[in-house]
């Protein structure tokens, strides 16, 4: 039982249409960026981070597992995944490089990998290698439909489908604009296009000043919005804490933590309503488990980000019982054995052994990049 060699890989996976663009990125391509984990006995284990598919930046985070980290853990008992979580995360020349960065996300990729290698050998889903499923229905909001790049028209159309053709109760729209009355006039219109019984998040990625933010939350006060993500520049705690206090609109934030003890922070000082951790900047499911464990006692809803676009996060939510809705981003769906899947809007549970990180074959050969 024993980790024989680390594979690195990276595959760039077309966004939806030709490109994206929320507040603060533009995009036309999702990173797919980790490893496969082989065994002596001839198992395999699959992990992998999500990036902005800027290549260099992705050799790097591939070069660190395949070389830094793999260095570490080959030979290793691939059953011991926390032991080795913390023997990679407290190495003390990584953790002097990566706390939140490069080495971060390889430990990531491979922290997932390990945990899919454990759900393997149990012959079972993640979500019931942890304990079990404790909800029986997650209900999916789709994020794909509202992105600040796409026209009123577009967006209201894509809205409707969402919700009239694919059965979503909730989406989300992406705000941030120069000029806040755009970001409200498209809220307006998708809340009249969709009636009261649907529910709007919305997201600003981070770009606003709290004044700005306390405009907007005053502006859209009668829009019955579900949550405020990312208001704010992600790590101004105190901003946060006063928005939270005073905006009227529940504020969610996480993809931008990338530490257990970042999001203990927020959390002690009454700085968020909506957790929001994500396997891909934490570190790992090893690392997501203490939040969400944390957020729980504190008792705060737990909503993934989809910075793995789902996959792990889909046994993660079902297992959990703080989580009741899941975020729905299909950019690189149709790469995976049991692609995430909603249906009617709700998530449909995952049924096969693993973490949901088996790669097709023709996924690599459509997608895959050069490791040098």
Request: charged share 25%; with cysteine; proline share 4%.
């Amino acid at each position: 039982m024993t980790i024989a060699r680390i594979e690195p890989f990276i595959l760039h996976v077309p966004v939806t249409g030709s490109s994206i663009s929320d507040s603060t990125h533009t995009l036309s391509h999702w990173g797919v960026v980790g490893c496969r984990i082989h065994t002596r006995d001839g198992r395999v284990g699959t992990g992998f981070t999500g990036t902005h598919a800027d290549l260099a930046g992705d050799r790097l985070i591939a070069r660190c597992i395949g070389t830094s980290v793999a260095d570490l853990l080959v030979g290793e008992d691939e059953r011991d995944v926390t032991r080795l979580w913390q023997k990679v995360a407290r190495h003390p020349p990584l953790q002097w490089i990566g706390r939140a960065g490069i080495a971060h996300l390889a430990l990531g990729a491979v922290d997932v990998a390990l945990w899919d290698l454990k759900a393997r050998a149990a012959d079972l889903p993640l979500w019931r290698l942890l304990g079990g499923a404790t909800s029986e229905r997650l209900t999916a909001y789709n994020t794909d439909i509202g992105w600040l790049s796409l026209s009123d028209e577009e967006l209201l159309s894509g809205a409707r489908r969402a919700v009239e053709e694919e059965g979503f109760r909730g989406i989300k729209v992406k705000v941030g604009s120069a000029e806040i009355g755009r970001d409200i006039d498209r809220l307006a219109a998708v809340r009249r296009a969709l009636g009261d019984r649907i529910t709007i998040a919305t997201d600003a990625n981070g770009r606003w000043d709290l004044a700005t933010c306390l405009r907007f939350t005053r502006r859209a006060a009668g829009l019955d919005l579900l949550w405020f993500e990312e208001p704010l520049w992600y790590d101004d705690v105190e901003g946060h804490v006063r928005l939270a206090a005073d905006g009227g609109i529940p504020v969610a934030l996480g993809e931008q933590l990338y530490t257990a003890e970042a999001f203990f922070d927020f959390i002690r000082r009454g700085a968020m309503h909506y957790a929001q951790p994500d396997v891909a900047r934490l570190a790992g499911i090893t690392e997501y488990i203490r939040v969400a464990e944390a957020a729980h006692a504190a008792r705060l809803p737990v909503v993934a980000h989809a910075g793995d676009m789902g996959q792990v996060h889909a046994h993660l939510s079902f297992w959990h019982p703080a989580t009741s809705s899941f975020e729905y981003i299909p950019w690189i769906a149709a790469c995976f054995e049991e692609p995430v899947t909603v249906r009617h809007g709700d998530l449909v549970r995952p049924e096969q052994p693993g973490a949901g990180t088996s790669i097709r074959p023709e996924a690599f050969d459509r997608h895959a990049k050069t490791l040098d």
